[in-house]
């Protein structure tokens, strides 16, 4: 099989440029955005490239024209099957005014495009489709185009228009100049423009339409390579022997156990890492369930039955998000105080291909095939894994199975880069099952305090929320390899964690959604939250985790609002007001009321207070509930109302409709958006009805597919209603996370509604549910 | 051992351990994309492949087990170009996110519509029972296959 980018045939591929050239001199550099009106969290992460990296600022790391007319773009936010791919093209098309087909997308490969960080945290929409990076380079390049046309035609700018590649004076048809013969081979060697101008958003053609995803076709009739498909000539298949339990190490391997067996090229040992290489997947296999290690005994596992409450226990480094100082004393005064607390579990990525790479290593030299979601740093962490220059590691993203945050990616690129550096051939390596669940880094668990107080006519008048998160390792940073199994096992330490006290907040930061909806979040005087409550507190204390954890998609954001919105509908129910007014009594952003009540309005919400009034104790109860969130604080509005079924008698919870609403301001693709939505929002009816990390004392005891439950495709699938609120003139905000942060609270809301019960841990299991229903007495 | 293995209408004769599992010789032998190894243990559904007319989990499917009988991998069923009618649902309908479980999803709606044409989508949806899509395509991919369904049925 032919290889679609072999190893350096990337720079021929787009020999239009030597970006080699410009690359050595980049070094790390601090772009000039300022007058763009970046938010604070883009700025870190969008701002600056590492070393190697195509300059960010420059028109050429993002757009090239070939001599034959052809366009390029090149991205730095990958395709991981939410589409983005398919929508960048778009933006490039429509800035340049070609057709989709013309563009030709090239995204996350360290020898050809740019460094921006992860693919991750909904941020490639507002990445590369406002001010900066692909979007202003699009509008740059048009605006150098057409001041060469109007020079090259002596036409003025105004009186030009472009489509598919041609500039054409709109008054003369017969004045005309490509593309190609503007630029066409050449560099545009042009820093990025603030005032190009963008494609005007209600004269888009590309942008904002419904394009299919250009990959389907391959997908569908299994000619689309995945990494996992990656073949290289004289490639090797590697198996790894993970620690049987947590924290065991490695005493001596008898490589006698496996002498002679049929293929085996190696066995690699490595401090706490294990492997095998041989000729064929089945003899790796064979020859890691056959190798004898003696390990030693783990460090044990705290008992999962007293987890949540042993967090509260931990040293913490603690983290105030936002403190008027005056909660405490405002709920002593208040005619009414609620407390409760919400457990979430440790859930899992569980990618349903467990997680694969390809490493060629040979000499001083890698090329790393990976599903990573940030090849920059899978770049520099996989060179010190190796031992090599980061100049001499080139990482190629190749799309492996949906990831939905850090799945075991990253740590099985580390994995066949050792055990490619150990033959010196190319090496595949597809973890099992097993390794996968037991060893990946799990979203993480949540232990949450509401507060509040209120007054005497039912309004919230305080609220404290507090949380105990524990953490350890992450997606590996520039140089923390030790962030996830493979590099632990070969010595490199977690990114360090130490306890301390909090500091007072010096600016609005609801990235993590810790602080509440309807707080009014005034920080230095300036509320800049999306609610009126003016008395509020919310405290995080990050304590150590027993298990890797990591990013799952729409991480903390989902447990913190599951507690935020269940909550609020606990305070609804206790003014026995409606859900849904209660919530826009206590909102002032006028975009996030406007996505409940079209979400409201959608479901036909009928107004009264919850629970239903006369339930019935047995057999079958319906109800409805609500949740919302303007995701991140800053980065997509999101509301949802759900309509469940409880058998009484099971305690079974079926999710009958969903209705959602949402604003992620100007839509890039609907078709793309809606199948976001509806994925996020099942997902999210999975991890709430059913996903759990389970553990005993020594090691994870959920590690296939029967013992972690995701609801399959034959299961009682509910009808899902998106509506999409369209605002063209807003900043582009993420939309992959936003439907899946709103589905819990809205089931947990739907069973109170249908059975007076308020459930304040997930999953909703059956047991859970049924045990919860016989409290009601 | 050599064994005499029947894919996509061609005859294939292989050097291989024979407990090894079909899917290693779909995946690496013969180096096909549509057959996947999801999770090894038959739980999933990826790395179907439809063996004389019925779905077969190839991960644990012993290689000695087909021998001779005719093996059908998603590749079989159309191109890019000219794909199936299924596959061209999947498309029309936009029905995958990341696509790793798609094989599975196909090749068993295929195999379940091939022997029951007049399904009902209550029907169709039990047939899916064990296989799994971690992106929750499932809304669309259902769509797909009654999409299909109905011109099977027609």
């Known amino acids: 099989m032919k290889r679609r980018f072999l190893p350096g045939a990337g720079a021929a591929l787009h020999s239009a440029m030597n970006r080699r050239g410009f690359l050595k001199v980049s070094g790390v550099l601090v772009v000039g955005f300022s007058s763009f009106s970046a938010k604070p969290g883009e700025a870190q992460i969008l701002q600056t490239a590492l070393p190697g990296s195509p300059a960010l600022n420059q028109v050429d790391s993002w757009i090239a024209i070939g001599a034959d007319g052809s366009i390029t773009a090149y991205s730095g936010k990958e395709e991981l099957g939410q589409g983005i791919a398919t929508a960048q093209q778009q933006l490039a098309a429509e800035e340049l005014s070609v057709p989709f087909e013309r563009v030709k997308l090239i995204y996350c490969d360290t020898g050809i495009t740019p460094d921006q960080s992860y693919t991750a945290g909904s941020q490639s929409h507002p990445a590369n489709f406002n001010h900066g990076n692909l979007a202003q380079a699009g509008a740059t390049a048009r605006e150098a185009l057409f001041q060469l046309a109007s020079q090259r035609l002596n036409v003025p700018v105004d009186q030009l228009t472009a489509w598919d590649g041609v500039i054409t004076a709109k008054n003369d048809p017969s004045k005309k100049v490509t593309y190609a013969q503007l630029v066409g081979g050449r560099k545009f060697n042009l820093t990025l423009s603030a005032t190009a101008k963008r494609r005007p958003a209600n004269e888009w053609k590309v942008l904002g339409t419904p394009v299919g995803r250009p990959d389907l076709p391959e997908v569908v009739t299994g000619r689309f390579e995945f990494v996992h498909n990656v073949r290289l000539p004289g490639m090797l298949h590697g198996r790894v022997v993970r620690p049987p339990l947590v924290g065991a190490t490695v005493i001596s391997v008898d490589e006698s156990s496996v002498q002679g067996m049929p293929g085996l090229v190696k066995v690699v040992v490595k401090k706490n890492f294990v492997g095998v290489v041989a000729q064929k997947p089945w003899q790796a296999m064979q020859a890691a369930s056959r190798l004898k290690v003696n390990w030693s005994a783990g460090t044990g596992l705290p008992r999962q039955s007293d987890f949540y ?4 226990k931990q040293p913490a480094r603690d983290v105030l998000l936002i403190d008027s100082k005056d909660s405490e004393a405002t709920l002593g005064q208040a005619a009414t105080v609620l407390k409760t607390t919400y457990y979430h579990p440790f859930q899992m990525h569980g990618s349903v291909g467990s997680s694969c790479s390809v490493a060629d290593v040979h000499g001083d030299e890698a090329t790393l095939y990976s599903a990573t979601q940030a090849v920059w740093y899978q770049k520099t962490t996989s060179a010190m894994v190796l031992g090599l220059k980061p100049e001499k590691v080139r990482v190629i993203f190749t799309r492996g199975s949906g990831c939905y945050g850090i799945n075991g990616a990253d740590t099985v690129t580390y994995d066949a880069a050792i055990l490619s550096q150990a033959v010196g051939q190319p090496v595949r390596v597809q973890l099992s099952r097993k390794d996968e669940m037991a060893w990946e880094n ?10 509040a107080g209120l007054d005497a006519q039912g309004n919230i008048i305080a609220w404290e929320h507090e949380s105990w998160i524990p953490s350890k390792g992450n997606r590996p940073g520039t140089g923390t390899p030790g962030n996830v199994v493979t590099g632990m096992l070969l010595g490199f330490e977690p990114q360090p964690f130490s306890p301390g ?245 809205a089931i947990g809301n739907a069973i109170f509604d249908a059975t007076g019960a308020r459930i304040r841990q997930i999953p909703f299991t059956k047991d859970w549910v049924k045990a919860a229903l016989e409290k009601r007495g | 051992m050599a064994i005499t293995l029947k894919v996509n209408g061609r005859t294939h ?9 079909l899917l290693y010789a779909l995946s690496d032998d013969l180096a096909l994309n549509g057959p996947k190894f999801g999770c090894g243990l038959g739980q999933c559904g990826a790395c179907t492949a439809i063996v004389n007319g019925t779905a077969v989990r190839t ?96």
């Open chain 1, 309 to 312: 409450e042993l967090l509260r």
């Open chain 1, 442 to 451: 799990y979203g993480n668990a949540h232990v949450m305090e509401e507060r």
């Open chain 1, 501 to 745: 006290p909090a500091q007072a907040p010096r600016a609005y930061n609801n990235n993590s959604n810790g602080v509440p909806s309807y707080f009014a979040g005034r920080v230095a005087g300036k509320a800049q939250g999306t609610g009126r409550i003016a008395s509020e507190k919310a405290l995080v204390h990050n304590v150590v985790s027993p298990f890797w954890t990591g990013p799952l998609r729409s991480p903390a954001r989902l447990q913190n609002t599951f507690a935020h919105e269940c909550f609020m509908d606990e305070l609804a129910a206790r003014a026995k007001a409606d859900p849904v007014e209660y919530r826009l009594r206590h909102l002032s952003d006028p975009r996030l009321m406007e996505v409940i009540r079209a979400a409201a309005k959608a479901a036909n919400w009928e107004t009264r207070p919850s629970p239903k009034p006369n339930i019935a104790k047995t057999g079958v109860a319906t109800g409805r509930g609500v949740s919302c969130v303007l995701y991140e604080g800053d980065n997509g509005y999101s509301a949802a109302v759900i309509e469940i079924d409880v058998n009484q008698d099971t305690g079974e919870v079926t999710v009958k409709r969903i209705w959602t609403a949402h604003d992620c301001g100007p839509i890039s693709n609907p078709d793309g958006l809606r199948n976001q939505i509806e994925g996020g929002a099942l997902q999210a009816v999975s991890r709430a009805l059913g996903e759990e990390v389970t553990w005993d004392r020594e090691k994870v005891t959920s590690v296939d597919w029967r013992s972690y439950h995701s609801l399959p495709l034959g299961f009682a699938i509910p009808k899902i209603e998106s509506v999409l609120i369209n605002r063209l003139d807003e900043e582009a905000n993420g939309a992959g996370e936003t439907s899946i942060t709103v589905i819990a609270a």
């Open chain 2, 13 to 21: 004769r292989l050097d291989i351990d024979p407990a090894t599992p």
């Open chain 2, 59 to 154: 991960c644990i499917t012993p290689l000695s087990t087909v021998a001779g009988k005719e093996v059908t991998t998603l590749e079989a069923l159309g191109t890019p170009e000219k794909p199936h009618p299924l596959q061209k649902a999947f498309i029309d309908e936009q029905a995958s996110q990341c696509g790793f479980c798609v094989n599975g999803v196909i090749m068993t709606a295929k195999a379940f519509l091939d022997k029951n044409p007049k399904a009902t989508p209550e029907q169709i949806r039990q047939a899916l029972s064990g296989v799994l899509c971690r992106c929750f395509t499932h809304v669309r991919m259902h769509r797909a296959i009654e999409r299909y369904a109905k011109e099977v049925a027609r």
